[in-house]
């Protein structure tokens, strides 16, 4: 069973950065398509961005382009989400998972973006 773990979240002042990292027990992320979601209370969780495992091509959901960077490490086997800019309508729990077809969803980790 593969266990997915987030970190890196926080409370950070709008305009400030975050980075979260995502990694699996079991096996190493390189060899998966990875996406970032996000989640506020009583909302749908929704993609935030993704990259693929063949071409390293990325997406971003339009609220976050220019702000936001995923990337990989294969060597270490983890997935990023580098967050700049960040606004209080960034704040929630950010997940990362399998895309297009998701194992069971980790913890999160906690975004809040507040002065």
């Given at each position: 069973q593969v266990q997915l773990v987030e970190?890196?979240?926080?409370?950070?002042?709008?305009?400030?950065?975050?980075?979260?990292s995502c990694e699996a027990s079991g096996l190493t992320l390189d060899s998966?398509?990875?996406?970032?979601?996000?989640?506020?209370?009583?909302?749908?969780?929704?993609?935030?961005?993704?990259?693929?495992?063949?071409?390293?091509?990325?997406?971003?959901e339009d609220s976050v382009k220019?702000?936001?960077?995923?990337?990989?490490?294969?060597?270490?086997?983890?997935?990023?989400?580098?967050?700049?800019?960040?606004k209080p309508e960034d704040t929630a729990v950010y997940y990362c998972n399998n895309y297009?077809?998701?194992w069971s969803w980790g913890q999160g980790t906690q975004v809040t973006v507040s002065s």
């Open positions: 970190s890196g979240g926080g409370l950070v002042q709008p305009g400030g950065s975050l980075r979260l998966y398509s990875i996406a970032w979601f996000r989640q506020t209370p009583g909302k749908e969780r929704e993609g935030v961005s993704c990259i693929s495992s063949t071409d390293g091509s990325t997406y971003y220019g702000r936001f960077t995923i990337s990989r490490d294969n060597v270490k086997g983890a997935v990023y989400l580098q967050m700049d800019s960040l297009p077809s998701p």
